[in-house]
T-cell receptor, first 110, second 116 residues
Framework: QKEVEQDPGPLSVPEGAIVSLNCTYSNSAFQYFMWYRQYSRKGPELLMYTYSSGNKEDGRFTAQVDKSSKYISLFIRDSQPSDSATYLCAFYNAGNMLTFGGGTRLMVKP | GAVVSQHPSWVICKSGTSVKIECRSLDFQATTMFWYRQFPKQSLMLMATSNEGSKATYEQGVEKDKFLINHASLTLSTLTVTSAHPEDSSFYIC????????????FGDGTRLSIL
């Protein structure tokens, strides 16, 4: 079993839709939960960062963590064409080693 | 927010050339920097962890003599791909970790390496 599972997509939605991106993980030692956005031929950009179960909101983005189910989600409201990118979930523990999901490619069509 | 600068962004060179990539933390001191490699449509693969003033720790399967890492200061790490060959062509990305262990890694914009 992989440590992190993430649907690779591609996920295609119309502009304005609500997007739901998900990852499951198996390592109970993960303490921090992140979502990165990566545009083509660019480095990952940190979108959301949390360490507790529950929801964290930042503008159009909401990160949700359910430690009991080992499941994290990223919701994007009012999606825009500029949101088209690959979204990577990432996890780390006290050793500061990041474990990435494989990434979900999102396409928002105008 | 934290900024990590990576240079060059794209390099094309002949087989057998050695290529140096720089990674700088611009507004914080990075005790630890990481080097990743990414193939098209794949996720990032950690190559090595670099701590300031000490030898890098390489992941299994990564050749130390091929990928030389130097982390001489708290703001600069370099990756040198020695005697590069076409199979070394890839997207190389660095990240930096602040002194605060609770802060996440911040990534550079990557270097696209093309070996002819």
């Amino acid at each position: 079993q992989k440590e992190v599972e993430q649907d690779p997509g591609p996920l295609s939605v119309p502009e304005g839709a609500i997007v739901s991106l998900n990852c499951t993980y198996s390592n109970s030692a993960f303490q921090y939960f992140m979502w990165y956005r990566q545009y083509s031929r660019k480095g990952p950009e940190l979108l959301m960062y949390t360490y507790s179960s529950g929801n964290k909101e930042d503008g159009r983005f909401t990160a949700q963590v359910d430690k009991s189910s080992k499941y994290i989600s990223l919701f994007i409201r009012d999606s825009q064409p500029s949101d088209s990118a690959t979204y990577l979930c990432a996890f780390y523990n006290a050793g500061n080693m990041l474990t990435f999901g494989g990434g979900t490619r999102l396409m928002v069509k105008p | 927010g934290a900024v990590v600068s990576q240079h060059p962004s794209w390099v094309i060179c002949k087989s057998g050339t050695s290529v140096k990539i720089e990674c700088r933390s611009l507004d914080f001191q990075a005790t630890t920097m990481f080097w990743y490699r990414q193939f098209p449509k794949q996720s990032l693969m950690l190559m090595a962890t670099s701590n300031e003033g000490s030898k890098a720790t390489y992941e299994q399967g990564v050749e130390k003599d091929k990928f030389l890492i130097n982390h001489a200061s708290l703001t600069l790490s370099t990756l040198t791909v020695t005697s590069a060959h076409p199979e070394d062509s890839s997207f190389y990305i660095c990240s930096a970790l602040d002194r605060d262990p609770h802060q996440p890694q911040h990534f550079g914009d990557g270097t696209r390496l093309s070996i002819l």
